[in-house]
């Protein structure tokens, strides 16, 4: 690459020879300034000059890349700020997890590093460059990309450890015994990070997340022989069809119907549902309807009788959500999930796993967005320091930092139980436990997002730009207090689940 003196470069300060100064490198920004979205004007003030400050004012560090055939030459200037190599962990204070730092660690050892590095390059090549121009067009993900993850095995990964993963290849080269919750939870983490949660991350077959558990853990041989390779593989999609217009936390409000033909062979399912993620485009609906004998889960293929529409939400049409409508739909009994009429503790035996999955990929997003508002108040210039010299903004970050830790750590303590009990106890003794947790997540990410907002100003009120992930998080953060049972909810279920096991002989 040419070498050019700062003198040279100056020589080329009109709008007709228009060249600049960006962390060393020169560009010819001749015939790119008329294209400029932020018009000539503002690159005519920096022609022929070292423009690195006033780069990083409006610009994020991705642009360069976007730009590299705009560089025709380098000073003897070294860069500052040199592009992040692919797939490696940043250096930001609490961008990563301790553990992710080599700090000492209880919980993680080498072979999570090993399978973070590997999952953080998967979705850096495959995940992260269709991320956000799918979310705002409300793209599903491409079948590619799906049989890319069933390729490597993640959609497996994602189900956590089990009988599932046996023979399996795992990125990092992790093996299938060895395989954990943490392993499991680095999967979540590494996923919202690229894709951003609820955001083009939901369309990534989080309805496999919520929907095979259950075919997994209470479905008969022949169900989970026909429907879990198809699903692990990314050929065929399942969802968790529960919520209803007229239920969503109150499952026992359900009011989907399910009557048995005379014959006892089958049952009739006549209702609707609502909210169900990947719902437009599965195969296959775990859906919870009611009976004579109370609540069962039934496994429904798509076939006639059932329409999906989608449904516009807060978050992205790349989660297919959708209103699900049952019309006479006849489904063999063998397609009970569980027993009949003992639905109920099927679904609550999947909230659990869903709920921690949900506070897994919340951490690691509000982290991001921590990351984020670190990096633009030590570049962001005002009142002529940077924001990060300003006492209310450490205030802000600090706040931030605090409860996301703190959510962390409760996080990764009731991740190690897990490892620790199996399906059944995990469901007597975590359920209380994960409640809470999840309600205390979701109220760390409205800090970090309100926190977020007030830092970045106007720019986190801005769909494109500097800003655009701190827009997109103030904006579906909230799904998190809703999605997987209310906060209200969870803190009832909480107390609820602490006053079985309360002593009898406790007294002031």
């Not at 929907?211 to 699903?231: D, Q």
């Not at 109370?294 to 293929?301: D, F, H, K, P, T």
């Amino acid at each position: 690459m040419q070498e050019f003196t700062v003198a040279e470069v100056a020589k080329h300060n009109v709008p007709k020879d228009l060249w600049c100064i960006i962390d060393g490198n020169v560009y010819n920004l001749t015939d790119f300034a008329d294209a400029h979205p932020g018009s000539a004007v503002v690159l005519h003030k920096i022609a022929g000059k070292d423009a690195t400050s006033e780069f990083y004012s409006f610009h994020r560090q991705e642009v360069l890349k976007k730009y590299a055939r705009l560089v025709i030459g380098k000073t003897a200037v070294l860069q500052k700020y040199p592009l992040p190599p692919p797939a490696s962990f940043s250096k930001v204070p609490y961008a990563e997890t301790l553990a992710t730092l080599t700090k000492p660690s209880p919980f993680y050892n080498q072979s999570h590093l090993a399978f973070k590095r590997a999952i953080r390059a998967f979705c850096e090549e495959n995940i992260a460059p269709d991320a956000e121009s799918f979310a705002k067009l409300g793209k599903i993900p491409t079948r590619e990309t799906l049989l890319a993850m069933g390729e490597t095995n993640i959609h497996a990964c994602r189900l956590g450890p089990g009988p599932h993963l046996k023979g399996r290849t795992l990125l990092g080269g992790v093996l299938p015994e060895d395989f954990d919750y943490f392993h499991e939870a680095i999967a979540h983490e590494e996923i919202a990070r690229a894709a951003g949660i609820y955001c083009y991350a939901e369309g990534l077959a989080s309805g496999m997340m919520i929907g095979a558990p259950p075919v997994l853990k209470f479905g008969p041989a022949w169900m989970k022989e026909k429907v879990i390779p198809s699903i692990l593989s990314g050929e065929k999609m399942i969802c968790l069809a529960i919520s209803e217009p007229g239920a969503g936390s109150d499952v026992a409000g359900i009011s989907c119907e399910a009557i048995k033909t005379p014959d006892g062979k089958h049952f009739i399912v006549n209702g609707t549902k609502k909210w169900i993620t990947n719902g437009t485009f599965s195969h296959y609906f775990t859906t919870a309807v009611k009976g004579t004998a109370g609540i069962s889960m039934l496994l429904i293929e798509r076939s006639d009788g059932v329409e999906t529409e989608a449904i516009k939400t807060s978050g992205t049409g790349s989660a297919g959500t959708a209103y699900v409508t049952f019309t006479n739909v006849k489904v063999p009994v063998e397609n009970l999930i569980g027993k009949e009429g003992q639905g109920f503790a099927v679904i609550m035996a999947n909230f659990n796993h869903e709920r921690w999955g949900m506070v897994a990929s919340a951490c690691s997003a509000a982290r991001f967005i921590v990351e984020e508002c670190f990096k633009w108040a030590t570049q962001r210039k005002v009142f002529g320091k940077s924001l990060v010299e300003q006492p209310v903004i450490r205030y802000k970050l600090g706040q931030m930092i605090a409860d996301l830790e703190a959510v962390q750590s409760w996080y990764e303590a009731i991740t190690y139980q897990m490892t620790k009990l199996d399906y059944k106890q995990q469901t007597q003794q975590l359920a209380g436990p994960i409640a809470l947790l999840k309600y205390r997540c979701t109220r760390m990410t409205h800090l970090v997002s309100d926190n977020a907002v007030q830092i970045f100003g106007g720019r986190a009120i801005t769909a494109t730009g500097m800003g655009r992930h701190i827009e997109q998080f103030q904006r579906t953060n909230k799904f998190g207090a809703i999605l997987g049972g209310a906060e209200e909810v969870l803190l009832d279920l909480g107390v609820r689940q602490s006053m079985k096991v309360y002593p009898k002989d406790a007294r002031l």
